[in-house]
């Protein structure tokens, strides 16, 4: 194990906050960029990708297998999750890929490296997420593309309602606040990149949802939520921003697993997406 690792973050296991984040793809969680992306692969073959905020890299990892004769850099702020996205991308056999650390507020590449520039659920968290797409769009080339995806918790809808879910929610919202994030981020995405000099002709705006419904979703959404609830950096960032207690995050524990149980129950999230033409 690497330094400053905990026991979870070994290569061969998701870290808690993780297990859910793998199950996300390109396909999954990047559909709106995929059209725009094999029309540029038609033209170069050798496309270079960089995924800011790559995590785990599942992402990265499927973007690399659609760009086999290109290549994807992903780069993360936490340097501990990095060992578990090189362990990914290689249990996949996946080559044409690599993972470093690096912030998005000031990226380690020259002016225009990258045809294509994504990020998955990243500005949420972060203070100043105009600061981060005028960084995403510096490195990416003229002609390239900027993607971005970002969730909006005030647009959620969990089935069956429940008080134990519905304070998991304000739980939530409270850590991306207290860690300087915007919960609405999706909402504000359009308004971000006019911050910055994009022009409205510049930018293709979509939606769409993240959903858990079916039993395999939702057994791995609740079994990722109690993970998180009760270990790792979400619980640990909850407890010092005194957002709760211990008996409260497993009460809501123990609501997600009988969540999971329920024939009727879903959990759905819109996203926005928008897509930079630069
Ligand atoms: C919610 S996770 C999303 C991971 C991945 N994009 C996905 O969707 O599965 C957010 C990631 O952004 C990273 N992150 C947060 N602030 C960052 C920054 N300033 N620069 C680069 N990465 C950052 C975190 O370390 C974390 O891995």
Redesign the pocket.
Known sequence: MEQGQTPSEKPGNPPA??SL??L?TAEN?AAYSLPKLQSMKQTNPHLKLL??????????ASFAKLIPNGHVTG????PN?LPRARAVAEAAGIENIEFQE????KLPFADETFDITV????L???GTPWE?LREMLRVTKRGGIVGV?EGDYEMECVWPENSELSKFHELMAGLMRAGGGTPIAGRELVSWALKVGVEPSQIVLSYSTLSYSMPSERKACAQGLCDQLRGGGLRAKALKFDLGTQDEFEDMAKAWKDWMKRDDASLVLLQTEILIEK
């Not at 995924?51 to 990265?60: E, F, K, L, N, Q």
């Not at 990020?119 to 990243?122: A, K, T």
């Open positions: 906050q993780a984040h793998e996300r969680s995924d800011v905020g790559a995590g785990s890299g599942t992402i990265s780069i993360d702020v936490n999750i690096g912030s998005v507020y990020c998955h659920q990243v949420i968290h972060i981060a995806r």
